[in-house]
Nanobody, 117 residues
Framework: QVQLVESGGGLVQAGGSLRLSCVAS??????VAWFRQAPGKEREIVAS????????AYGDSVKGRFTISSDNAKSTVYLQMNSLKPEDTAVYYC????????????WGQGTQVTVSS
């Protein structure tokens, strides 16, 4: 059974840091990503990684501030978020896909990140 379980969200002041974790189990995934969705806005991809071999990509709004990494022994993908801004406030979702170039068809429940000014 596939499970994606996020943790690590919370309330932080602008300029602060948070680390999100996603335990992705049940399948071998070709790619795992973090998405976010703020109220009234479309969902956007934040970062993605191929757990087997890196191949990391970031959304333009987080480049230089966020770092995605994976620990395959723990089936966990992390999102280290530094220099947080109020506009980073959103629900962050972990998503995964099995097939290369396919849609992300496995999703976590989401974790709230709130950045106060």
């Amino acid at each position: 059974q596939v499970q994606l379980v996020e943790s690590g969200g919370g309330l932080v002041q602008a300029g602060g840091s948070l680390r999100l974790s996603c335990v992705a189990s049940g399948r071998t995934f070709s790619r795992v990503a973090w998405f976010r969705q703020a109220p009234g806005k479309e969902r956007e991809i934040v970062a993605s990684i191929a757990p087997s071999g890196g191949l990391i990509a970031y959304g333009d709004s987080v480049k230089g501030r966020f770092t995605i990494s994976s620990d395959n022994a723990k089936s966990t993908v992390y999102l280290q978020m530094n220099s947080l801004k109020p506009e980073d406030t959103a629900v962050y979702y972990c998503a995964a896909r099995v097939q290369i170039m396919a849609k992300y068809n496995y999703w976590g429940q989401g974790t709230q990140v709130t950045v106060s000014s």
